[in-house]
């Protein structure tokens, strides 16, 4: 039932702070309104005065939405910076190879159109050059 409850806020507010989802989870499982009204006046006063003190301390540990949302931004750029390296790398490699294909068919004098090369995938150009590399011996 807790999940369903948490299933349904997510819906409801997907963007809000997962303190925010328990705190809601909470309050609907333990039907906490009940029990403040039951309670004397002073009673409740000073509950919710408690209460926002400790609002203010989790929002000062926690800080707001925004700036949760920058730290993990900020924890991620590396991981994404390295990606971004990678798949350069990779495609750099790939054109290498490319190139080197088109130059072994230019060595060997035949007439091969460039935009089927372009078209080919890594296994096809290797494949073809240790075709040119055995037919050269």
Same mark, same amino acid.
């Given at each position: 039932? &807790?999940?369903?409850?948490?299933?349904?806020?997510?819906?409801?507010?997907?963007?809000?702070?997962?303190?925010?989802?328990?705190?809601?989870?909470?309050?609907?499982?333990?039907?906490?309104?009940?029990?403040?009204?039951?309670?004397?006046?002073?009673?409740?006063?000073?509950?919710?005065?408690?209460?926002?003190?400790?609002?203010?301390?989790?929002?000062?540990?926690?800080?707001?939405?925004?700036?949760?949302?920058?730290?993990?931004?900020?924890?991620?750029?590396?991981?994404?910076?390295?990606?971004?390296?990678?798949? &350069?790398?990779?495609?750099?490699?790939?054109?290498?190879?490319?190139?080197?294909?088109?130059?072994?068919?230019?060595?060997?004098?035949?007439?091969? &159109?460039?935009?089927?090369?372009?078209?080919?995938?890594?296994? &096809?150009?290797?494949?073809?050059?240790?075709?040119?590399?055995?037919?050269?011996?």
């Amino acid at each position: 039932q &807790d999940f369903g409850i948490l299933a349904q806020q997510q819906v409801v507010s997907p963007a809000a702070n997962p303190l925010v989802h328990s705190a809601m989870v909470r309050a609907k499982q333990d039907k906490p309104a009940k029990w403040l009204a039951s309670q004397p006046e002073e009673h409740r006063e000073n509950l919710c005065s408690l209460a926002r003190k400790g609002a203010k301390k989790l929002r000062k540990q926690w800080g707001t939405k925004e700036e949760q949302l920058k730290r993990l931004y900020e924890a991620e750029e590396p991981r994404r910076k390295e990606k971004k390296r990678k798949r &350069d790398e990779s495609l750099k490699r790939k054109q290498e190879r490319k190139l080197a294909f088109v130059e072994a068919l230019r060595e060997s004098r035949l007439v091969v &159109d460039p935009s089927k090369v372009n078209k080919m995938k890594g296994k &096809d150009i290797n494949y073809q050059l240790s075709l040119w590399v055995e037919l050269e011996k």
